[in-house]
């Protein structure tokens, strides 16, 4: 628990009956980002207020600004929390026009529409005891760090989620999760992150509140001070978005980089490559009602755009953003990009041959862009028990992972919480996730059990339909005018064909021949009289994750099972002999 983050939440109680539960957060959220830039603003607000009177432009005061006090933000108003309450009459038109005369850039508080909340708030009586209250809370960086901000924001926005019965994990994603993500997206053997003056620059497309993009640049910057980086993200949940900007803006990141919107129907750095990504999309969410546009794009971008491999059921959108981040990545001539997104199970292998799923795989998997794919354990999220995926994608593998995929099973990896948050009871300590690195940097060393390194063609397979002869009422195969054998639909079936079958390393490049060699050996001894229809062959790709891991376990010897049973039976007699009595 944040203790900052239920001290902030209990200002809420003052709001009890104006407001309902599920409201507080509009009123809590906006003056927590407030009171946050007002404690950064104030060392520095008479010598912004002498530049404002000097320079009427405001791009000319942002440099200036910048220049005198290192920020890339600024706020002219004569007021602050410092003084608003002095003026008791006046005290919401004052704390409209300090909302007001933050620099562009801050366009955080219209996305709470917070001067609606604060008359309001006049109107309930309740605006000056509020802003008291906030008052004396101090959220200085030298306060309060950039990491207990943001517990205290995610905490914020659950217990107002928990409110107004919403899911919380639309709008963060653990920390625990997020860290192992971003150890594995900087498990590089060869990118020395320690360069001086190296320039990297970070995006997540689904950025919430920025507790990954906060988490990777904690990383990076714990490994070498002196790197340079840029946080890009897009968010479209208005709240999330105005709070990954402002607290983005409080450690001094350009503002504009973070941008809000849809990023399938609309994205916002269009033609920008990013050495890193990161992503914890939503799961199964419809993306029915922007499918038209996607589908528009898909057909006018051509065979480069970021669609094109295929389009998932409108059913789940995941795939939509895997598509997306792998079309983020730096290109390989420019230095390479890597990426980590978080996902459920079903894009491993929902969709059947040549569908769009399958076909995503395909691409992915040909163009060797899966580096590994690590099983984190279940009850890892706030909002879903289900099993969770980490993919790492990278399109410029080191030489002696080229041409292979890493699965790593870390559902075992996991530390019980002594306190329950929604449906997570487990989370990821430091030696949990020392282990799945342990297990990543190992790669063809690694234990057998919990590791498996496989070759990207291990993956596909075709569908063959296997036809059999329609018979007319005497027995006798019935043909067509050229004398062919007709078809009988009813003894149609389908065949899956792995690319490897018979210990194949030929991949595509030897399709007939695997797939005879399979029909003659698993299909023609049993039904001699069948054929395969060539015309109807399909490739696809699946990564049956839990079947390279599944552990055959040997029933109980039949003995063992009979004495229980008749230890059973003899319970339940004497049980009805009792009732007889």
């Not at 999309?281 to 051509?302: L, M, N």
């Amino acid at each position: 628990m944040s203790a900052l983050g239920s001290f902030i939440w209990s200002i809420a109680d003052q709001l009890r009956g104006p407001y309902r539960p599920n409201q507080y957060g509009n009123v809590i959220l906006p003056l927590t980002i407030l009171r946050r830039l007002d404690c950064i603003l104030e060392p520095d607000r008479e010598t912004v207020r002498a530049l404002a009177a000097k320079y009427d432009n405001p791009n000319r005061l942002k440099i200036e600004v910048k220049k005198a006090t290192g920020r890339p933000f600024y706020n002219t108003s004569n007021y602050s929390f410092a003084n608003l309450l002095a003026d008791a009459d006046g005290l919401a038109d004052n704390l409209a026009d300090y909302i007001d005369r933050f620099s562009p850039d801050v366009d955080v508080f219209q996305y709470f529409d917070f001067k609606k909340e604060i008359l309001a708030l006049e109107k309930a009586e309740l605006l000056r005891e509020v802003i008291t209250s906030f008052k004396a809370v101090d959220l200085h960086p030298d306060v309060v760090s950039n990491a207990d901000m943001g517990d205290a924001f995610e905490y914020i926005i659950r217990k107002f989620n928990e409110a107004a019965n919403e899911t919380s994990g639309d709008h963060y994603t653990p920390r625990d999760a997020i860290r192992l993500l971003v150890d594995l997206l900087f498990a590089e053997k060869d990118a020395d992150l320690t360069e001086a003056g190296i320039v990297r620059a970070l995006y997540d497309p689904t950025a919430g509140t920025g507790g990954m993009l906060s988490l990777a640049e904690e990383h990076l910057l714990a490994q070498n001070p002196d790197a340079k980086l840029s946080l890009y993200g897009q968010e479209y949940n208005p709240q999330s978005y105005a709070i990954c900007k402002s607290d983005l803006l409080a450690k001094g990141h350009d503002a504009t980089n973070i941008a809000f919107g849809n990023t399938l129907t609309d994205d916002a750095f269009k033609g920008r490559k990013f050495d890193f990504c990161m992503s914890n999309p939503p799961y199964g969410v419809d993306w029915k009602q922007y499918g038209k546009a996607v589908t528009k794009e898909r057909d006018e971008a051509g065979p480069y755009g970021r669609f094109a491999p295929g389009l998932p059921a409108t059913s789940d959108g995941q795939m939509l953003f895997l598509l997306h981040l792998a079309h983020k990545m730096r290109a390989p001539e420019d230095g390479g990009g890597r990426v980590g997104i978080v996902m459920n199970g079903s894009p491993l292998f929902n969709g059947a041959a040549e569908s769009g799923p399958s076909n995503i795989r395909k691409w992915l998997l040909e163009n060797d862009l899966v580096d590994a794919i690590v099983a984190l354990p279940t009850n890892m999220f706030f909002n879903t028990g289900i099993a969770t995926y980490i993919w790492i994608l990278d399109n410029t593998k080191h030489p002696d992972r080229e041409g292979l995929v890493q699965l790593i099973d870390g559902t075992s990896f996991w530390t019980k919480m002594r306190k329950n948050l929604g449906a997570k009871n487990r989370q990821l300590s430091d030696v949990d996730r020392a282990k799945v690195l342990r297990l990543y940097a190992d790669f063809t060393d690694a234990d057998p059990d919990l590791s498996k390194v496989l070759r990207n063609d291990e993956f596909g397979y075709w569908t063959i339909t296997v036809e059999r002869p329609l018979l007319d009422e005497f027995g006798n195969p019935v043909v067509d005018r050229k004398g062919k054998p007709c078809a009988d639909p009813k003894k149609r079936d389908t065949e899956s064909v792995p690319f490897t079958y018979g210990g194949s390393t030929t991949g595509v490049a030897g399709k007939v021949e695997v797939i005879q060699a399979y029909f003659d050996a698993e299909v023609k001894p049993h039904v001699p009289d069948a054929w395969i229809d060539w015309l109807k062959v399909k490739t696809g790709y699946e990564i049956p994750f839990t079947r390279h891991f599944y552990k055959y376990v040997p029933p109980r010897p039949l003995a063992e099972i009979d004495a229980d049973l008749e230890k059973q039976v003899a319970k339940i007699l004497d049980l009805l002999r009792e009732v007889e009595q």
